[in-house]
């Protein structure tokens, strides 16, 4: 089977900060499962359905700058969510996120890391 994924995965874990992009939802903390240049995937503590737009806001740590991070602010939508349907017995739920909206220079900020820190 053939990988239609665009960019590479890698697991790291960065915290994230979600919001619902039509602000119908308060807006939440969670941490990415993996992340590529192109979008991640994250536990969420309730189901969010497939094709919300999100507002995110991450903070990529600059190699040799000590604590020094670069923020990224994008917006996505969810293209996967695990289990589908909402369910009363499911404390946590995963979704994956697409990058719809983001700076080419954030998705390179994204690429380089993921190149120090994964695909060595």
Same mark, same amino acid.
């Given at each position: 089977?053939?990988?239609?994924?665009?960019?590479?995965?890698?697991?790291?874990?960065?915290?994230?900060?979600?919001?619902?992009?039509?602000?119908?939802?308060?807006?939440?903390?969670?941490?990415?499962?993996?992340?590529?240049?192109?979008?991640?995937? /994250?536990?969420?503590?309730?189901?969010?359905?497939?094709?919300?737009?999100?507002?995110?806001?991450?903070?990529?740590?600059?190699?040799?700058?000590?604590?020094?991070?670069?923020?990224?602010? /994008?917006?996505?939508?969810?293209?996967?969510?695990?289990?589908?349907?909402?369910?009363?017995?499911?404390?946590?739920?995963?979704?994956? /996120?697409?990058?719809?909206?983001?700076?080419?220079?954030?998705?390179?900020?994204?690429?380089?890391?993921?190149?120090?820190?994964?695909?060595?």
């Amino acid at each position: 089977m053939k990988e239609r994924r665009k960019h590479r995965r890698a697991s790291l874990e960065l915290p994230l900060d979600v919001a619902d992009a039509s602000e119908k939802t308060k807006g939440f903390r969670a941490k990415t499962v993996n992340l590529s240049a192109g979008g991640f995937y /994250c536990k969420v503590p309730f189901h969010i359905p497939v094709y919300t737009k999100l507002k995110i806001s991450m903070a990529i740590p600059i190699a040799d700058a000590g604590d020094e991070q670069h923020v990224i602010s /994008c917006e996505g939508m969810v293209v996967r969510t695990v289990p589908e349907q909402p369910d009363p017995s499911v404390d946590t739920y995963e979704i994956g /996120c697409f990058f719809t909206e983001i700076d080419d220079y954030d998705r390179l900020v994204i690429e380089q890391y993921l190149a120090e820190k994964a695909f060595k």
